[in-house]
């Protein structure tokens, strides 16, 4: 369960575990200890968790101390959160499919069902799985700029 921090108007936020004021670097502290977060938006009730967790990254950037690359960086804002999303989509149907695959194969493997079919299945999800994977090459491939041109 992730640790509720409540954000304030005033750009406050409180930890409602300890009962106190805390800072970004204190989050980015429990942060790299492993702990998980939820920042709430005290007012509306909005999770704003990952403009929080920007800020922290902002800040750190700021400070010197960023572990992210500006060509990461250029990369994140290129591709944007369409391409981030059918990403996600993408894992998400693919994950589904695995899952149905291992059911139907552990039914056909009960009485009345036979390894060669279940191995057979399984090659056909490995080659839609090698699909995926080229298509997502491709996409990243094509939001990728071309290299300048010095002819």
Do not use: C
Request: net charge negative.
């Amino acid at each position: 369960m992730p640790r509720l921090i409540k954000r304030y108007g005033s750009r406050k936020l409180y930890d409602t575990e300890d009962s106190r004021y805390v800072s970004l670097e204190e989050l980015a502290g429990w942060i790299r200890e492993g702990r998980q977060l939820q920042v709430i938006d005290n007012k509306s009730g909005d999770d704003v968790t990952a403009g929080v967790l920007t800020q922290i990254i902002s800040e750190e950037g700021r400070k010197g101390k960023s572990i992210l690359s500006t060509g990461f960086l250029h990369d994140l804002i290129r591709i944007g959160e369409s391409t981030l999303k059918a990403g996600e989509e993408a894992v998400g149907k693919a994950r589904e499919g695995a899952s149905d695959f291992v059911q139907r194969s552990i039914d056909r493997l009960k009485p009345g069902g036979s390894i060669g079919e279940a191995r057979a299945e399984m090659a056909g999800l490995r080659e839609r799985l090698d699909a995926l994977e080229k298509a997502l090459k491709e996409m990243n491939e094509a939001d990728e700029p071309s290299a300048s041109r010095d002819d």
